[in-house]
């Protein structure tokens, strides 16, 4: 017993040293910097946010916002019919690494679920969720349940475009309406599927669109495409280098993983170049580490990204590194009333594509209280669909994609 | 019935490979001539296996065509608590069917040859993105009408020797350099392979389509109708109780059952009986003259097979192949599937692919279990965690796996189990000196010694084999 | 002169010696501050290996867990969550690191002896082959991550744990303090080179100069008889267990002075892989070969993500590994602790 503790202290001894002799180290090159760090300590990142600031079409020109009119209420006037039982289905990442996308798409529709169920005690509608992991096989196995579930009207999601890539045979042989809020591969709608919806603009309306931006109205004359392995981050950086044209520095380009969160060389390339703005394509996790690391290594040019980055989690943790970036996205903004019912619902602020996960349901939720009763109903009710919701005006053209795509520019202040 | 500790079966079990000395068993006969009734492996599944093995082709036919039939009818039966909720139970079988041709491929390298793989998914994607890369539209290298020349319907059943073909010559390239490498080695060096297969998978965008994957890969086009233009294996055909991923278990089902043949004559003849040898001791084996290497390299290209077959499966039915399905937790949830069912036996590999495909499956989206409320999804999303916890209280009370192999006869095996359940038949009757087993046939390659001084005895030990109950090596 | 034609009119993989000439010695030091890390890491493995002949897999998780160690003891110490680098002066910063990486220290080094005795003690009673130790080595990983994946967050009421990395608490922020060649070297890359090559050495000297380190060698050169000359056998484990968890543990409070946003349940594995990359590179169960392989690593990375891309990095990584071991086969300063062993 004694030689054990004796053991312990000899090993804790040891430490103790190291942690000594680590410490004496760290002073001297702490020393001479202590006195610069103190400007930006004191600007904490806690009065950061992504604010909107404008709107954008595909050629990168300024459109003056014009749904700040009259967005549908999923409540209705609360004279609904429906059969007992009726629902819709929600299909996409909810547990896993992308779970976070999933559930914000799914607290946002139940937000607009909840509202028409309080409003109309004659329908009483219920969402049902299909987790799929974001993972392409889970989605074949998913689909079938869906399909196979006579009270689902209509679907929204899949949420990632592999997954919809996979599974959209399916849902357009069954005939059932699906209304995705985040698949951004502009391929999707290639596919002759008469039942696939997009939510949104997709990347081949954002990538030239952002990049027309970053070279007409920012006036960027050199920028850097970073893009991480996603099939997300390869569309769009596809799209932006593209539309950057000669604007694109092929010698500052680079590629990351999803996962990485050391860029050192990624950061070295673009801090010897003489780029003016960086624009990343890819996830916030990403993002905000990347960020934070050009800024370290006293890179100062515009950081550009788009909605895969446009999170709060981009701010929180990149922090003052975030300050003044500017994320674009096709999801429109929430607006208070929405972000305080949704905090209330779901005890947190609302996500990237929340905004299109209530709309999208609310569109789902009028069609069933305009006397919708089956898929077919719902399939021709979604195709003549023109109204308003939080973030745009919803009216589709006949391949699935809306007629008029719009983008926003937010900036991190 | 058992009499030995499971510490004592695993005796004999070196930490390298080498053969500890026999640990002194006074009670016993000398080596290779335990008695039946002594043997650490006495239970009721030993029985069954015996009785299996003692009995004539004709009548393991019988039995056995019917239960394969029976699994093969599975997601049509719809058996009440059985089925999955969240997800359609066909489609699980589909992927059990190819998780189940990954751990016979993987179990001929691991478990009969005793290599260590730890990047066998890279063979599962390789067999994949063959497939993919020459019939997807969005790949430079589409053979597929109507760029190419090969016609749609039989694009799927064309490509799938080539990329059988190509995984192979991929386990022939990772091999021939690094099966000179022992044990752990391999293990790091494999899943290095693993990890460099996923990211040319990402980096050669051109190709691969990077990080954005293939779309539209082809898939057999049988049994078109009005209903189904695009056959009964497009994802499209779902619905009916006969949906697509019914008939990819079928399909894959086939694929099993000669992969289980080929392994099967395999384990039976010189090659299984070497890989046998190097599994137990390499050093011995090659001073006994066994060509280790070629063998070695033999599992290997064998086990890529197969794991191409698969990927090809998988890619035909999800029609979508992307980089991140082919990550290191894959490779191990594979190798979990192999030790879990009982590394070395090709059923229980089965099995165990069948645990781990089902398993999270059966409790997605599941609110009540036998009536008492579950929140199914839940339990879903930790498998991970269960599968861990699984690992390791396994690897403790029962490291040899859920049916473990058994070291048999390969040569004239059923003659000597006929006459070892006679014996087995007469000891219940009366004493232990009523029989011996003394008609099996020596044969030239199998030294069989049967008999004991001190009583009924038959025993299963072959020239090369050591007995291997416990040993994971 | 086809072949590079094609090469050059659509490039597959980038080849670009110039940029490594460019910025060859900012990415040699930015590689060492890298490999530091690896190194430590890799001192785990190899140790184990060369005592127990075992790769611990799990390895990789008891670096995670020493990093949410030192997040902890920082929160416990009245810091929290900001994109920005707190001031607290000198003293006081590198009273704070060190006290957070003795808090990594006890997590990582106390979370190997437990899961020694938890995951290997039993199979090493029951005489396991090895296979069934990496087995459950990799058992232990998969656990420990879902740990901290879905219990952690449970248990500390979601301060620690769960699917996002935590956000990030930082003590120093890099600022550039001399020029080598041409390169920047920051405060924080010297930290890291420094208290790594510190650590080494101590460890070294630890297992060439102490009774203990003679124990350790000992048992790694020939268990049986080391237990007949009166060395505890079961004693020593836990000792190089402890060892390897406390310079994870340091390991994981310098990786996150360079990668503040690296705090994830998820974020051991792959360095975890890298680092045992490191250690065969070297020569698994040799100390200095550990130490070799990280620095060699971290920095033939760098340099490769240069020349070839940043998307290549793993691979240069690997494929060095695979190409290293062909030729020689033990790692390159061959397998043995302390000594020579046949």
């Not at chain 1, 081949?204 to 392995?229: E, F, I, R, S």
């Not at chain 2, 005796?11 to 500890?20: D, K």
């Amino acid at each position: 017993m004694q030689r054990t503790a004796r053991r312990t202290t000899g090993g804790l001894a040891l430490a103790l040293a190291a942690t000594l002799a680590i410490t004496a180290c760290g002073t001297q090159s702490q020393g001479d910097n202590g006195g610069s760090t103190e400007s930006s300590s004191e600007s904490g990142s806690a009065d950061l946010a992504i604010v909107p600031s404008v709107q954008i079409d595909i050629d990168g020109a300024e459109v003056p916002v014009e749904t700040s009119g009259d967005p549908v209420d999923p409540a209705g006037d609360g004279t609904a019919e429906c059969a007992e039982g009726t629902s819709i289905a929600m299909a996409g990442a909810l547990t896993g690494p992308n779970a976070a996308l999933g559930q914000n798409i799914l607290y946002g529709a139940k937000v607009a679920v909840d509202e028409f169920n309080a409003a109309n005690a004659g329908c009483q509608i219920t969402i049902k969720e299909f987790d799929t992991e974001g993972d392409p096989q889970k989605a074949t196995q998913v689909a079938p349940q869906i399909v196979g579930d006579a009270s689902v009207l209509a679907l929204l999601g899949p949420a990632f475009s592999g997954e919809t890539s996979a599974t959209g045979d399916v849902f357009s042989q069954a005939g059932l309406p699906s209304l995705s809020a985040s698949a951004t591969n502009p391929d999707i709608t290639k596919n002759g599927w008469k039942t696939f919806f997009r939510g949104l603009a997709n990347d081949a309306v954002q990538g030239p669109a952002v990049a027309k931006y970053m070279v007409d109205t920012l006036g960027y004359d050199k920028v850097c495409v970073v893009q991480d392995n996603s099939d997300y981050g390869v569309g769009l950086a596809t799209e932006i280098t593209a539309g950057l044209g000669d604007a694109a520095d092929d010698s500052c380009s680079a590629e990351v993983k999803v996962g990485d969160k050391d860029f050192a060389a990624a950061t070295q390339i673009i801090s010897s170049s003489d780029a003016d703005a960086v624009f990343y394509a890819g996830y916030y996790a990403e993002a905000a580490p990347f960020a934070q690391q050009l800024r370290d290594a006293g890179v100062e040019i515009p950081f550009v990204s788009a909605d895969g980055t446009n999170d709060p989690q981009f701010v929180t943790q990149a922090g003052a590194a975030s300050k003044g970036a500017i994320l674009s996205c096709p999801c429109g903004p929430a607006p208070d009333e929405f972000a305080a019912a949704y905090e209330a619902l779901n005890g947190q602020a609302p996500g990237v594509y929340s905004t299109e996960g209530y709309d999208l349901a609310t569109i789902m939720l009028t069609g069933i209280a305009s006397g919708v009763t089956d898929r077919a109903g719902m399939l021709d009710y979604v195709t003549n669909y023109d109204g308003e919701g939080l973030a745009r005006t919803y009216k589709w053209d006949d391949t699935g994609e809306l007629s008029s795509a719009l983008i926003w520019i937010y900036e991190v202040e | 019935m058992s009499t030995s500790t499971p510490a004592e079966s695993n005796g004999a079990a070196g930490t390298n490979g080498a053969a500890q000395p026999v640990r002194p068993r006074p009670e016993l006969p000398p080596a290779g001539q335990t008695p039946v009734r002594q043997r650490a492996h006495g239970g009721a599944g030993d029985r069954l296996r015996l009785w299996w093995d003692a009995l004539a082709r004709p009548a393991q036919w019988g039995i056995g065509v019917p239960f394969v039939v029976f699994i093969a009818l599975l997601p049509i039966l719809n058996i009440p608590v059985l089925t999955t909720v969240g997800t359609n139970f066909g489609a699980v079988m589909a992927q059990f069917g190819m998780y189940a041709l990954i751990a016979i491929g993987l179990n001929v390298v691991v478990g009969q040859a005793g290599l260590l793989d730890l990047g066998y998914v890279g063979f599962y994607a390789i067999g994949a993105y063959t497939l993919a890369i020459l019939t997807s539209p969005d790949s430079p290298w589409n053979v597929t009408q109507p760029e190419g020349w090969l016609s749609d319907d039989w694009a799927w059943l064309a490509i799938l020797p080539v990329a059988v073909a190509i995984t192979a010559m991929s386990g022939l390239v990772l091999g021939s350099p690094t099966l000179r490498l022992r044990g752990d080695y391999l293990a790091i060096v494999t899943l290095g392979f693993g990890e460099i297969v996923r990211l040319l998978a990402d980096n050669l965008d051109e190709i691969t389509g990077g990080g954005q994957g293939l779309k539209s890969v082809a898939y057999p086009r049988l049994g078109v109708t009005e209903e189904l233009p695009n056959g009964v294996f497009s994802a499209g055909n779902v619905g009916s109780t006969l949906n697509s991923g019914v008939w990819w278990f079928w399909l894959s089902l086939v694929f099993i059952i000669i992969s289980l043949m080929l392994v099967g004559n395999l384990e039976r003849s010189r090659v299984g009986r070497a890989w046998v040898a190097i599994r137990e001791d390499e050093d011995a084996a090659e001073i006994m003259g066994v060509p280790t290497f070629k063998f070695k390299l033999w599992a290997f290209v064998i086990g890529a097979s197969i794991g191409g077959v698969s990927g090809a499966i998988y890619a035909g039915q999800v029609q979508f192949v992307i980089p991140t399905n082919f990550n290191i937790i894959n490779s191990v949830l594979f190798l979990c599937a192999v030790v879990l069912g009982g590394q070395g036996n090709k059923l229980g590999v089965i099995l165990g692919a069948f645990i781990i495909v089902y398993l999270p499956n059966f409790f997605l989206g599941r609110t009540s279990l036998f009536g008492i409320p579950i929140d199914g999804s839940e339990i879903a999303n930790y498998k991970y965690l269960f599968f861990g916890v699984a690992l390791m209280v396994l690897m403790i009370f029962r490291p040899q796996g859920l049916i473990p192999v058994r070291q048999k006869l390969l040569t004239y095996g059923r003659e000597l189990y006929v006459a070892a359940r006679r014996t087995l038949a007469k000891m219940s009757d009366g004493g232990p000196q009523a029989a011996y087993a003394t008609s099996a046939p020596a044969s030239g390659t199998v030294g069989t010694r049967s008999g004991g001084a001190d009583g009924a005895a038959t025993t299963e030990r072959t020239g090369d084999d050591e007995p291997t109950d416990g040993r994971n090596r | 002169m086809l072949v590079h034609g094609v090469l050059a009119a659509d490039p597959l993989i980038g080849f670009d010696l110039a940029a490594l000439g460019r910025n060859f010695w900012a990415l040699t030091v930015d590689g060492l501050t890298y490999g530091a890390v690896y190194a430590l890491v890799a001192v785990g493995y190899t140790l184990v290996y060369g005592v127990l002949r075992l790769i611990n897999f799990a390895h990789s998780e008891i670096f995670m867990l020493g990093m949410f160690g030192q997040y902890a003891t920082l929160l416990a110490l009245g810091f929290y969550p900001s994109g920005d680098a707190f001031d607290k002066g000198i003293l006081l910063t590198i009273l704070y690191l060190g006290i957070a990486m003795i808090g990594g220290m006890v997590v990582a080094g106390g979370a190997a002896v437990g899961l020694e005795r938890v995951a290997y003690r039993p199979l090493r009673k029951r005489g396991a082959p090895s296979l069934v130790f990496l087995i459950t080595a990799i058992g232990a990983s998969f656990v420990i991550q879902e740990f901290v994946h879905f219990v952690l967050p449970a248990l500390t009421g979601g301060e620690l744990g769960g699917v996002n990395a935590e956000q990030p608490i930082r003590l120093v922020e890099p600022e550039v303090q001399f020029t080598l060649f041409g390169a920047n070297v920051t405060n924080v890359s010297l930290i890291i080179i420094f208290s790594a090559l510190i650590l080494a050495l101590a460890t070294d000297m630890f297992i060439n100069r102490t009774k203990f380190g003679r124990g350790i060698r000992a048992v790694a050169q020939d268990p049986v008889t080391a237990t007949l000359m009166g060395v505890s056998r079961e004693r020593i484990i836990m000792l190089t267990f402890l060892i390897g968890g406390i310079l994870a543990g340091a390991a994981a409070l310098l990786y996150t002075l360079r990668v503040p946003n690296g705090i994830i349940y998820s974020g051991g594995f792959i360095l975890g892989i890298k680092a045992f990359s490191a250690a065969v590179l070297g020569g698994i169960g040799n100390l200095r070969g550990a130490l070799l392989g990280g620095l060699l690593l971290g920095v033939m990375e760098n340099y490769g993500q240069v020349v070839f891309g940043t998307e290549w990095r793993d691979v240069v990584a690997f494929v060095l590994l695979i190409v290293v071991l062909m030729f020689r086969p033990t790692g390159i300063l061959g397998e043995s602790l302390g000594r020579a062993r046949a």
